[in-house]
């Protein structure tokens, strides 16, 4: 699943992105999503007296927060990216050319016959890629047992409609696996140069979605204590647009190199 999470200095709202019962084209793509994050945004400030708000946005939803930053800057406060897929390269593991969600009929071209408008996920779907990176057999070395039977919970009972299945399922939009498929590509979506406000862009050190920060100096953090994995960093804040300069990954080496 992807999350969004925004807050204000006193409150904080999470959402995930539940999709309708349809199964068509892709739902929920990024104009769907920045409409929707706009809409929440506005609502916020109704009932928190706050012009700004700060989002978190991890894997799509990381995606997805850029691009709501992106159009709308005015009103986000701070941004913050975890593990999230930009752009930079045409190339990627498990998410481009010849990964399951390219169609085999036509290459370089989004799988829609095998996604659909969404996707049915039970809860073991949820853990098989999080599993495989952890390096280690017994998996609650690294992960609270307690925080996995949560996620898992929090996933199905987004959806009313989980239980009507067996095992029980929740509707994911394949509109975040459209995205992130072009993205693999580098067929982006947004442009970073339009973020004004301060940015932290992280990425673990075994994430398997975005890809690795090559030749933009982030600055490992792993030996703080609180962390199991090294984790990579940039915070800083994007004031000019007028880079040009090559890059493997010019979006975050622009946040590193403008001044």
């Known amino acids: 699943m992807s999350w969004i999470f925004a807050a204000t200095a006193h409150r904080a709202v999470l959402w995930p992105w539940p999709g309708p019962p349809d199964k068509s084209a892709p739902l929920m793509r990024t104009e769907d999503v920045v409409a929707d994050i706009s809409a929440a945004v506005d609502g916020i400030a109704k009932w928190s007296d706050v012009s700004r708000i700060s989002l978190v946005g991890w894997a799509t939803g990381g995606h997805w927060a850029g691009a709501y930053a992106s159009r709308f800057p005015q009103t986000v406060d701070r941004l913050i990216l975890y593990n999230t897929l930009y752009g930079g390269s045409d190339q990627h593991p498990t998410l481009g050319t010849g990964s399951l969600l390219e169609n085999p009929d036509r290459p370089g071209t989004f799988n829609v016959h095998a996604f659909g408008g969404y996707r049915l996920n039970t809860r073991p779907s949820l853990f098989t890629a999080w599993d495989d990176s952890i390096p280690v057999a017994d998996k609650a070395q690294w992960r609270n ?28 939009p394949s509109g975040a696996m459209a995205d992130s498929f072009e993205l693999a590509f580098d067929r982006r979506q947004w442009s970073a140069a339009a973020l004004t406000m301060p940015v932290l862009v992280i990425r673990s050190g075994r994430d398997f979605w975005s890809r690795p920060l090559r030749g933009c100096g982030a600055t490992p953090i792993s030996a703080a204590p609180h962390l199991d994995s090294p984790v990579s960093a940039i915070s800083l804040r994007v004031q ?16 590193f190199c403008h001044r």
Do not use: H, K
């Open 240 to 255: 000019t647009s007028d880079f040009t300069g090559p890059a493997p990954f010019p979006w975050m080496y622009m946040l």
């Open 145 to 172: 047992p307690a925080v996995a039977a949560a996620y898992g919970d929090a996933a199905l009972a987004s959806d009313e409609t989980a239980s009507t299945r067996q095992p029980p399922s929740f509707r994911s």
